[in-house]
């Protein structure tokens, strides 16, 4: 009698296990759709912070070769990465394999990264010419004409009347714009004295952008008034990022600064008096810390209330891409070639991989991948296997 209970139960036990255990068939498989980067630098206040981490063991998933470089930067949404090229073209390439999904011929290079926005893609190019095209099938849905080339991403705010979303873009006639997304009509359009670089930074409330003549300018989403400017000392190559009422951004003469909107004035200034060098990239700003990229060959920490330094991690060449912060890790390209990973935490290297040709574009980050373009004309997608 004991025997038989013993024996029924070494049966009984295997099938408790094994019913316990999580239907493989139930487990939640990876959805493409739900990565989403949809604009440079991530949001509207172009903070450059991922919403979540990136694994360890990171892996090339798949690269896709364009008809010459790249210098924007992808962006991700709708299981799709959207970018431009110099080859004059917009792509959308399948998110899972890099497959071309469709191109655009704007006829002109493109440096400007493009905006993902309500199923349409908003992009610039160096002829002036800015496209709103439809995401899903490439077709032009309406354009516009500035004076002169756009060289950086546009950005966009909803409509503080609600009806809808208002684009913002920046050209070299000197001029920001405002148009209406939906139609590409001309809300406002606000003049600065010199050429206007980067991307237009936006809380909702305030666009936020700086350019060659050397100003930060703060204007009202709503009539593009303007609301003040700061003297920043030197032209402003790239981005400002935005966190709360303060601006920070790097420029041309070896300084990373941080401005409070609302004193219209600097709050600090960091520079590197060892190797000194320009400010070409866009910061990232993090709870404790920003972080920008320079041209000494170096990515650079410091704290985000005091501006005193935290880290320097070298590289081989410029670094002009702009970096993203991750979790506690740190993503940016450099001109060496070379994409890497860094602990936010103390700069020591955990990972690089070598493209071989400069990375001026900056990285895309969601759902544990990283994607960008390169020199080489490649957009490279790095990541586990799913």
């Not at 070494?10 to 759709?33: G, H, M, Q, R, T």
Request: charged share 25%; hydrophobic share 35%.
């Amino acid at each position: 009698m004991k025997k038989t209970k013993f024996l029924a139960w070494l049966l009984i036990v295997p099938l408790f296990f094994f019913s316990c255990k999580e239907n493989p068939a139930e487990e939640s498989e990876f959805n493409w759709d739900d990565v989403s980067w949809p604009i440079f630098r991530g949001d509207p206040e172009l903070s450059g912070v991922a919403k979540d981490g990136i694994p360890e063991n990171l892996t090339l998933l798949w690269s896709f070769q364009t008809e010459s470089w790249i210098i924007g930067s992808p962006v991700l949404g709708l299981g799709r990465v959207y970018s431009g090229s110099s080859d004059g073209k917009v792509y959308a390439l399948n998110l899972s394999d890099g497959e071309k999904i469709w191109e655009f011929d704007t006829q002109d290079d493109i440096e400007a990264s493009p905006i993902l926005l309500e199923g349409a893609v908003y992009v610039g190019n160096l002829s002036g010419d800015f496209f709103c095209l439809d995401a899903e099938t490439g077709q032009v849905r309406w354009e516009f004409k500035c004076d002169n080339s756009i060289y950086g991403s546009a950005n966009w705010a909803a409509d503080l009347q609600g009806q809808g979303y208002w684009i913002l873009v920046g050209s070299y006639d000197n001029r920001l714009y405002s148009l209406k997304a939906d139609t590409g009509e001309l809300n406002w359009a606000y003049e600065t004295d010199n050429y206007i670089n980067g991307a237009p930074a936006t809380d909702g409330q305030q666009v936020v952008f700086g350019g060659c003549d050397e100003l930060l300018h703060i204007l009202s989403v709503a009539d593009g008034t303007k609301i003040g400017e700061v003297w920043a000392g030197s032209y402003i190559p790239g981005s400002a990022a935005l966190a709360g009422d303060k601006a920070y951004l790097g420029h041309y003469d070896n300084k990373l600064i941080c401005i409070d909107r609302k004193q219209g004035k600097i709050d600090w200034e960091y520079e590197d008096t060892e190797n000194p060098d320009a400010f070409f990239s866009s910061p990232a700003v993090g709870k404790d810390r920003v972080l920008i990229g320079s041209r000494n060959d170096s990515l650079h920490c410091v704290d985000r209330k005091t501006g005193q330094r935290l880290w320097v991690f070298p590289t081989r060449d410029d670094v002009d891409s702009s970096p993203v912060i991750a979790g506690e890790k740190v993503v940016v390209g450099s001109l060496d070639g070379r994409l890497y990973v860094v602990d936010l935490n103390n700069g020591k290297e955990l990972w690089s991989y070598e493209i071989g040709a400069p990375l001026f574009s900056c990285p895309a980050v969601d759902g544990g991948l990283i994607v960008i373009g390169s020199d080489d004309g490649r957009i490279y997608a790095f990541g586990e296997k799913k």
